[in-house]
């Protein structure tokens, strides 16, 4: 069974730029959430979508998007890159959609504004 | 908002059991204690996870304090493969009842060959 896949791994971007980050969670999962993980504020919950709908939301600006599709595979955005955006995004899927039980982690994409 | 905290960093000798110890004392009665790992450079890996009961997998032992104001996560024979950031997390709902896994800064556990 694939695990949680995340495209693309490494990337680099410039300021006032936008960029998009993909995740494809293991099949027949439902609940996807994402993850910001920098060496100062360690791992910091973005948010979950499950069934197409973001359910939870963490403490971050608007600049920060998300999406699920009908398949369950979820698409973050970020606007207007600041040199602080720079970090590891951890996607995460988890089968059941039920506020309990395991998550499952991607790889990361390792972000880089300069 | 993190409502655990853990030793920033732990040694263990390879073959020893490794004990890593979580203080939740804020936790609810219907609040599951979760415990991750990150090895360098990977996604975060789940372990284990309990309510009340201690319990047991492949991978470790949780026990959980009867108060449940506390935990510890047992490797029973660490290997060099167990060196990793190690995070104890509580399920968090927050005011408008959204539910969040808060990871921490974790425990830094190395094992010494």
């Known amino acids: 069974k694939a695990g949680v896949t995340q495209t693309p791994r490494y990337l680099i971007k410039t300021r006032g730029q936008q960029v998009t980050l993909s995740c494809s969670p293991i099949?027949?999962?439902?609940?996807v959430s994402w993850y910001q993980q920098t060496p100062g504020q360690g791992l910091q919950f973005l948010f979950e979508?499950?069934?197409?709908?973001?359910?939870n939301k963490g403490n971050f600006p608007g600049r920060f998007s998300g999406r699920q599709f009908s398949n369950s595979r979820s698409e973050m955005n970020v606007s207007t890159l600041e040199l602080g955006d720079s970090a590891l995004y951890l996607c995460?899927?988890?089968?059941?959609?039920?506020?309990?039980?395991?998550?499952?982690f991607g790889e990361g994409s390792r972000l880089t504004v300069l | 908002d993190a409502k655990t905290t853990q030793p920033p960093s732990m040694d263990c000798a390879e073959g020893r059991a490794a004990n890593l110890p979580c203080n939740h004392s804020?936790?609810?009665?219907?609040?599951?204690v979760y415990w991750y790992r990150q090895i360098h450079s990977q996604g975060p890996q789940y372990i284990i996870h309990?309510?009340?009961n201690n319990e047991t997998n492949e991978m470790a032992s949780l026990i959980i304090t009867e108060d449940r104001k506390s935990s510890t996560l047992i490797l029973p024979h660490a290997t060099l493969r167990d060196t990793a950031v190690y995070y104890c997390?509580?399920?968090?709902?927050?005011?408008?009842?959204?539910?969040?896994?808060?990871f921490g800064t974790g425990t830094r556990l190395t094992i010494i060959p």
């Open positions: 995460a899927s988890s089968p059941t959609g039920e506020r309990t039980g395991e998550l499952f």
């Open positions: 099949s027949g999962h439902r609940s």
């Open positions: 979508y499950f069934s197409e709908t973001q359910r």
């Open positions: 804020t936790i609810s009665g219907n609040e599951y």
């Open positions: 309990g309510l009340k």
């Open positions: 997390i509580v399920r968090v709902e927050d005011d408008f009842g959204n539910e969040k896994l808060t």
